[in-house]
């Protein structure tokens, strides 16, 4: 079936460092791609989408890019703030009735 | 404020008690959904609704049964708890099952069965 991975966490870096989230998926069509950010105590929020093959999708300093041939949507941001302390879900959506597929989550924490 | 509300915040259950997770949207979504969450699995769907009138079956049915009210309303309930069913359970809404727009989350539902 449909499935997306995601680089096992946490992942801990120092402020104004460079973050990297990887993620690939598996899909029987071309889905939509997207990013969904949790911040503690809070439900999930779309951080950015793109929804065909070399799209990319960015928010808040952080973008991706869908690559079809390496089918890979990693999340980038050049400079990380403490307060992008969070949890990170790749998820993918194909056309139809078929709903989002998430990825298991990557916790980013960062230090001042 | 525009969005999905979910009630209650908390909750603690006895094993074999049966409770109901409520679930509102206000922004004329068509479908909705239910997931749990729970430490390094991610987001599993339980059940969703496409559309008003319909629900199918996601990852992890077995335990709950759902409703949809109405246009703005699915429910989860539990008939009899299980310590296995303690997590956080989120619902969500979009446009169509399809739709690209992603979706709009709840603030979630924290439970503990004891």
């Known amino acids: 079936g449909d499935s997306v991975t995601q680089m096992e966490g946490p992942v801990t870096l120092s402020e104004e460092a460079f973050l990297t989230i990887n993620c690939t998926y598996t899909?029987?069509?071309?889905?939509?791609l997207f990013w969904y950010v949790q911040y503690p105590g809070e439900g999930l929020q779309l951080l950015l989408k793109?929804?065909?093959?070399?799209d990319k999708g960015s928010n808040k300093g952080f973008e991706a890019t869908y690559r079809k041939e390496t089918t890979s949507f990693h999340l980038e941001k050049g400079s990380v703030q403490v307060s992008d302390s969070a949890v990170y879900f790749c998820?993918?959506?194909?056309?139809?009735?078929?709903?989002?597929?998430f990825g298991k989550g990557t916790r980013l924490s960062v230090i001042a | 404020n525009a969005g999905v509300t979910q009630t209650p915040k908390f909750q603690v259950l006895k094993t074999g008690q049966s409770m109901t997770l409520q679930c509102a949207q206000d922004?004329?979504?068509?479908?909705m959904y239910w997931y749990r969450q729970d430490p390094g699995m991610g987001l599993r769907l339980i059940y969703y609704?496409?559309?008003?009138?319909?629900?199918d079956k996601g990852e992890v049915p077995n335990g709950y049964n759902v409703s949809r009210l109405n246009k703005r309303e699915f429910s989860l309930r539990l008939e009899s708890a299980a310590p296995s069913q303690t997590s956080v359970y989120f619902c969500?809404?979009?446009f169509g099952t399809g739709a690209t727009r992603g979706y709009t989350f709840g603030s979630g539902t924290r439970l503990t069965v004891v």
């Open positions: 998820a993918l959506i194909l056309s139809g009735n078929t709903p989002l597929v």
């Open positions: 899909a029987t069509g071309y889905p939509s």
């Open positions: 793109a929804t065909k093959a070399d």
């Open positions: 922004m004329n979504h068509n479908s």
């Open positions: 609704s496409a559309s008003e009138g319909t629900t």
């Open positions: 969500a809404s979009n």
